[in-house]
């Protein structure tokens, strides 16, 4: 997201086309670690390894003041949501968590990733993402998560063991064309991951976030076409990285066929990539900043997925399995600039809107969806302002902002 205040003109789908390509400046993952190149700070996320979620059952260590995200992702920042979460009848079994009856299971998925996930600190840690998982799995039976350093597969996977619930979770690589070392290190992780908690909750592997929109077009003279020079040149990347991940599944010759995909922004819509034997991919999707109204966002957000995502990959020989990556309304602005988006207000009375007119209706006509997000990201407001921080059904600490859950079945 960028961080200026932007009057868009036109709700249609070649505008709304160059819209999205404003987002360029938008933080999501953005400090995952691209200017982490140091073998001490590249250790940090191998390092601490699968056997930290193992060792730290119960453990209540706070989070460091970094927090990662989408993100592709969802949290909090500065450790603010370490005193939250739902009880437990019994201290030592997360899995005795006490239901909130305010929340409902009527989200397809969830995006995701664990307070305190960034490199270099590595602030997270197994007691909040067993408290995230607590909640997560009263709204979703699916997570996705947009990276993999600072062990965070292995704390989601182990969370979810200790606490009981149906959850699938699509792991994710963040892949940075600067840095080689961050697909092969995440990657690693990922394989030890599955290696320990076997593949009985894992839904699929994302390989890149973003990537086309944030990393491989705008370094190179501004580029914005996806299937371009540059983007072709963006998409070996890529390719490359989906086929080392799909040769390292099927190397593991394990008991079922784990989905492999990528996920970027719905307008950069790289033919390339996706005619390369994806299983999966992900669209980012979001009204906001097409300048729609509260009230016809859900249907722009529709409207748009299909004719821009679904029906070009449909034409595909490979027809990978469409989802939209990411989908929300944010509550609020830190500045005034960018409290509007030239139609409607950051809002939570248009969050509600949003819920109340996108996710059920998405479920009952088999969209599926990732919402985003879990919860507010403190450490995006600080760096970037705007709305970049605030698109949360939760607050930073974990309770449920002035919103009403829709009570509807997902698929």
Sequence with gaps: MSTGNRHYHS???????????????????????????IAALIAIGVGVGVSVAKNNKGGSSTSSSGSGSSGSGSNSGSGSGSGNGPAQTDPNDPSTFVKDPKLHKSFYGMAYTPEGSLLPNCGNNLANVIKDI????????????????????ALVLEAIKQTKVDMQVFLGNYVLPTEKDAYTRQRDVIKNAITTYGTDHIAGVTVGNEFMLKCALPHE??????????????????RADIDDTRKMLADMKLDKTIPVGNSDAGSFFSTAVLSSLIMVYLSNVHAWFANTTAQAAAGWVTKFFDETNVQPAALLSNKPKMYIAETGWPTKSSDAGNANNGASDASE???????????CQANQNNIPYFFFEFFDE??????????????????????????????CASP
């Design 11 to 37: 709700l249609s789908m070649d505008d709304t086309l160059q819209k999205n390509k404003a987002r360029q400046q938008r933080s999501k993952w953005i400090v995952i670690g691209s200017l982490v190149a």
């Design 134 to 153: 607590q909640l997560l799995s009263q709204l979703t039976t699916r997570v996705r998560l947009y990276g993999a350093d600072c062990n965070q597969s």
């Design 221 to 238: 003279n501004g580029a914005t076409d996806p299937n371009g020079a540059v983007g072709l040149k963006g998409s070996a990347i890529l």
């Design 349 to 359: 009375a248009n969050l509600q809107i949003f819920l109340d007119t996108f996710v």
């Design 378 to 407: 403190q450490w995006k407001d600080a760096q970037f302002g705007g709305v970049e921080g605030w698109w949360g059904l939760f607050h930073a600490n974990r309770t449920l902002k002035g919103v009403t859950i829709p009570d």
